[in-house]
């Protein structure tokens, strides 16, 4: 009987090894794959770091399949399953597994570590509402500090991203107080920081982000701090102590890594105070001493910037983008330097062959002294040469001498016939020279409007085009663009009305005359409405392929060659549209909706447009006074969700919800 009873007691405690040891694999799993992920520096997550969590996830599994769900560790493995699953970024999978946890294990400890990490997966998936309701949740339930800091640090990147930068300011010093986690404090405290410098308190985002140099936080995190020091003291226009402290930074080893970054840092300064050519001088020192790294691709991008931007030297700065790639493929500046490079070669290729033109026609009007032919009264000097050289010898053999002058006569019918192929003035005909410059001419002046959008240059352009070719059909167009820039981009109503005049007077019967006059516009070429619709197809395709900036030129072409049609109004709305939402350049976006408002406001792409440039209404005192009823009470144990929503997460969350 003692035999049976130590036999069944082994197997329970062999069975109980074999349980512990299954979810203990499946933990271990999980930490090593955390560790890799930290380290690891590649935008999407490998294969080599995915199967540890994949591994967590079968090991979890198995513990719940072999002891059922409702053994001693169920709830741990199906939570482990839910942060595996987060980790691995499917953010959809690991919500359904805690959503599953919480529905199943009402009375278990690990509830509040299951509600953080569900809330986290509401962020993920852009349900800031939804994950701030559980997030505030958490902080009234729980009496564990580390999951209450954890949920605090999120609420508060909550409100620095709807930009309450006050709000957010109180949860990320209440996350400190509230952990004993170097960590998470340090992370809180730099984004604490943060949230003062984007108030311009410079002075106490400085207070902070020194404070963040007393944790124990990865080297690029405090040297984020110590730049964030830096620019902050520019704000400041304390140049000389953000100087100080950038060289003092040089002088650690800790930071030698980011070396580079700090002396194009300390060159960006000398730019910051506009000392341009002195800037450019330490930029290079930069590309000499830490080349192939992010410094220095960053060094690279700023030259190219001041190259084209401030000297408008285009050949230089398309070079400078060029290297960035070359010095760091990885650069977080190397999108945009290959974006830049790429417009400003299609300027360089217009360039090229409008010199190339006027270059042909100078040469067709005035000749060129470089294609004199060196025959002399039909006799080449060459032979010439050679038979003075013949004469002066002895007459001993007549016979060689005429051999040489023979071949000497050859050779020069060779060379005659070589220098009359190489010196021709113009291969092209004058009227291919003169068609060819004037296409360019206007090129240009396009690419400088829809391309470039350099309206100084478009002007002078467009300028010199009306003035030099009167007789050409792009006139009437190029006289609109000059409305168009003096109307809606200078604000000048004196000169916009000047051109309108003009176009009017001289030009009342093409589709510019016909806008201006208020008369509708109809394509009726069938040819002309097929070539256009391939043009926006063709700009649609970019857009699928994610090819924004080209998209947007495809747009700009047809906005502006085919104004008044259904389609330039299409085009001039899915510009706007892909600046606000894809390049994420608010500026662009606004300029773009504010000219499809005023020249199509009674369409429907044109209401939107002014909806989206209309001034915010102001706040009565009754709204103000009720906003501020709806602030979230952390302290409180009763929440009502609705009425504790930030504004602008309700509006960012009605946005998304939007085709």
Not at 53 to 62: E, G, P
Not at 322 to 350: G, M, P, Q, T
Not at 409 to 418: A, G, H, M, P, R
Not at 432 to 441: A, G, I, P, Q, R
């Amino acid at each position: 009987m003692k035999r049976i009873k130590f036999i069944f007691l082994s197997l329970v405690f062999l069975g109980g090894c074999a349980y512990y040891n299954t979810f203990f694999n499946a933990e271990e799993n999980y930490r090593l794959g955390l560790e890799k992920k930290e380290s690891n520096r590649q935008e999407k997550l490998p294969e080599s770091i995915k199967k540890y969590f994949n591994t967590s996830i079968a090991k979890s599994w198995k513990v719940i399949d072999l002891y059922g769900d409702s053994s001693t560790w169920a709830d741990n493995a199906l939570i482990l399953v839910g942060k595996s699953y987060y980790q691995l970024e499917e953010y959809d999978k690991s919500q359904e597994v805690l959503e599953q946890f919480l529905q199943k294990y009402l009375r278990s400890e690990l509830i509040p570590e299951a509600e953080l990490w569900l809330a986290k997966t509401y962020l993920k998936q852009e349900d800031d509402e939804q994950a701030l309701s559980k997030f505030s949740g958490i902080i009234s339930k729980t009496d564990d500090d580390e999951i209450r800091a954890e949920a605090l640090f999120n609420i508060g990147e909550l409100y620095y991203k709807s930009e309450e930068y006050k709000d957010a300011i109180e949860r990320f010093s209440e996350c400190i107080e509230a952990t004993s986690n170097s960590e998470r404090a340090g992370k809180a405290q730099y984004k604490l920081a943060d949230s003062y410098y984007q108030l311009k308190n410079y002075e106490a985002a400085i207070e902070n982000y020194e404070e963040v140099l007393r944790y124990d936080l990865p080297i690029i995190t405090q040297y984020d701090a110590v730049i964030q020091v830096a620019n902050s003291l520019l704000e400041l226009k304390n140049y000389e102590r953000a100087e100080e402290i950038l060289q003092t930074t040089l002088r650690y080893q800790r930071f030698k890594k980011q070396y580079a970054m700090i002396a194009t840092k300390l060159a960006n300064m000398i730019e910051f105070q506009g000392d341009l050519n002195f800037a450019i001088e330490k930029y290079s020192e930069v590309l000499k001493k830490y080349p192939k790294t992010d410094g220095s691709a960053l060094a690279a991008f700023y030259m190219a910037q001041i190259y084209e931007f401030e000297f408008g030297l285009l050949d230089s700065a398309k070079v400078k983008y060029d290297r960035v790639k070359k010095e760091y493929n990885r650069s977080e500046s190397a999108e945009e330097a290959s974006k830049r490079s790429r417009i400003l070669a299609d300027y360089l290729k217009i360039k090229k062959q409008l010199l190339k033109d006027k270059d042909d026609m100078y040469k067709l009007e005035h000749g060129d002294s470089s294609l004199v032919d060196s025959l002399v009264s039909g006799v080449d000097t060459l032979l010439i040469a050679l038979e003075d050289t013949v004469n002066i010898q002895p007459a001993s053999n007549d016979r060689q001498i005429e051999g040489l002058i023979n071949k000497a006569k050859k050779d020069s019918l060779k060379q005659k016939k070589k220098i009359r192929e190489n010196k021709v003035a113009v291969s092209r005909d004058p009227e291919v020279v003169e068609k060819s410059l004037l296409k360019n001419d206007f090129r240009m002046a396009e690419y400088f409007l829809v391309n470039y959008q350099h309206y100084d240059s478009a002007k002078v352009a467009y300028t010199h085009f009306v003035n030099n070719y009167s007789d050409s059909l792009l006139i009437p167009k190029a006289y609109y663009s000059l409305y168009y820039i003096s109307k809606d981009i200078d604000q000048d109503s004196v000169k916009a009305d000047s051109f309108k005049t003009i176009i009017l007077t001289q030009y009342p019967n093409t589709i510019y005359g016909r806008k201006l006059s208020g008369k509708t516009v109809v394509i009726t070429e069938h040819n002309k409405e097929g070539a256009i619709k391939g043009a926006f197809l063709n700009a649609e395709k970019l857009f699928d392929q994610k090819k924004y900036n080209q998209a947007i030129r495809a747009y700009n072409t047809i906005a502006m060659q085919d104004s008044g049609s259904s389609w330039a109004i299409k085009s001039r709305y899915a510009s706007a549209y892909l600046y606000e939402n894809f390049i994420k350049n608010t500026d662009s976006a606004y300029v773009s909706y504010s000219i499809l408002a005023k020249e199509y406001p009674k369409s429907p792409q044109g209401k939107i447009a002014l909806f989206k440039i209309a001034e915010p209404p102001k706040e009565t005192e009754e709204q103000v006074s009720d906003s501020t009823k709806t602030k979230i009470n952390i302290d409180s144990t009763q929440i009502d969700v609705e009425q504790n929503i930030p504004q602008k997460l309700k509006d960012l969350q009605d946005a998304a919800k939007k085709p």
